[in-house]
């Protein structure tokens, strides 16, 4: 018997609209999994909660409305979507990429392979593996985005703590990094295999935008072309990854339609 599970995210102003058109992607593919959203205002097809003030910069207001709001609700697992997400198809087996852990946040960048520097986010890729190598990671290590991830309920206020504690650590370093790295670091310290966790491993489930220019240049050669792709462009005009259709049974059940992306993301 699958655990029960639900979706959940935070959409207030422009991205109640976005988190309704994710909602009428999901039912037109066939999921009817329950959407709990923090919001303000009303948004259809979603089971609405209000939301209160706090600063988004940093993305952290993801861990707080986990702390604050998940854990009053009775679902064993649940699935983070950022409002800006488009359902392609009803994902199978959507809680599969767990395996053992108490998270999962798809991991997309191997960074102890890097050999030189690059810049995520405003933050030196190389100075970001070093301090989760510091903090108690083994290489390989990884980053990650926070555009979707799963977690086991009784994992909520120990991955809580250990992103916070990380972020804090961060912050006192002269590091700015955000929320993604927080959870990134928090999953790879608790699940036994990183690896296990990228993106790779389930190309089939969840993928990111990828920019015109990647979509253009990857559409002659859709075997070389990577099942997910992250998007590193300005802007909110991401474009969705077309997907060639001999490769169908690789498309992503569902990729963030527009986000917010900085330049110089690694790939």
């Not at 909660?49 to 861990?63: N, R």
């Not at 990577?226 to 590193?232: I, N």
């Amino acid at each position: 018997m699958t655990p029960k599970y639900c979706y959940w995210s935070v959409a207030t102003g422009e991205y109640g609209a976005l988190m309704e058109v994710c909602v009428r992607t999901a039912r037109a593919a066939g999921v009817f999994k329950e959407f709990h959203v923090l919001t303000d205002r009303p948004l259809a097809g979603c089971e609405c909660y209000d939301a209160f003030q706090c600063d988004k910069s940093d993305g952290l207001f993801k861990l707080h409305y986990l702390k604050a709001g998940m854990t009053q609700l009775n679902f064993a697992y649940f699935i983070w979507l950022d409002a800006d997400t488009v359902f392609q198809r009803n994902p199978v087996n959507v809680l599969a990429p767990l395996g053992k852990s108490p998270i999962h946040v798809p991991l997309e960048v191997n960074l102890s392979a890097l050999t030189e520097d690059r810049h995520w986010k405003s933050v030196s890729c190389l100075q970001l593996r070093e301090f989760l190598q510091q903090e108690g990671l083994v290489p390989p290590v990884y980053s990650s985005r926070s555009a979707f991830w799963i977690i086991q309920h009784e994992a909520i206020e120990q991955v809580y703590d250990l992103a916070l504690r990380f972020w804090h650590r961060t912050k006192d370093a002269g590091l700015p990094a955000g929320v993604d790295a927080a959870l990134s670091f928090a999953m790879q310290l608790l699940c036994a295999d990183p690896a296990a966790h990228a993106t790779s491993r389930y190309p089939e489930l969840w993928g990111s935008a990828a920019s015109p220019e990647e979509t253009q240049a990857g559409a002659a050669e859709p075997e070389q072309r990577p099942a997910a792709t992250s998007a590193h462009h300005n802007g909110l005009g991401c474009a969705i990854l077309h997907w060639s259709r001999r490769r169908r049974t690789s498309r992503p059940a569902f990729v963030p339609e527009r986000q917010p992306c900085d330049e110089g993301v690694p790939t």
